[in-house]
Nanobody, 125 residues
Framework: QVQLAESGGGSVEAGGSLRLSCRIF?????????MAWFRQYPGEVREGVAV???????SYADSVKGRFTVSRDNAKDTLYLQMNSLKPEDTAIYYC??????????????????WGQGTQVTVSS
């Protein structure tokens, strides 16, 4: 059974940085998949932040371009999100997600079947 486990959330002042991590386990090793970070504001639906496909191609929401970097270490089965120049509007619960398709983007990865439990990121002004 596929499971995702996030870590690295916390509180930071505006302009600061945080790094989120997400490990995936329980999948068949030969299967290829895209991974993503979503975030959710209170009372709103989750929105895609960044996606990295099976070949390492990345895509980002316009609101985070140039500030966030998504990466993956396949040897460690781990997804990362480096968040720099954080703003108060980045405050949200961040979720990692996975889908067994090769070439998803932030625009096309809309309903991944596998989710982490979420981690809170709070940015104070």
């Amino acid at each position: 059974q596929v499971q995702l486990a996030e870590s690295g959330g916390g509180s930071v002042e505006a302009g600061g940085s945080l790094r989120l991590s997400c490990r995936i386990f329980g999948y068949t090793y030969s299967r290829k998949f895209s991974m993503a970070w979503f975030r959710q504001y209170p009372g709103e639906v989750r929105e895609g932040v960044a996606v990295i496909d099976a070949d390492g191609k990345t895509s980002y929401a316009d609101s985070v371009k140039g500030r966030f970097t998504v990466s993956r270490d396949n040897a460690k089965d781990t997804l990362y999100l480096q968040m720099n120049s954080l703003k108060p509007e980045d405050t949200a619960i961040y979720y990692c997600a996975a889908e067994f398709r090769l070439d998803l983007t932030v625009a096309t990865m809309t309903s991944p079947p596998y989710w982490g439990q979420g981690t809170q990121v709070t940015v104070s002004s």
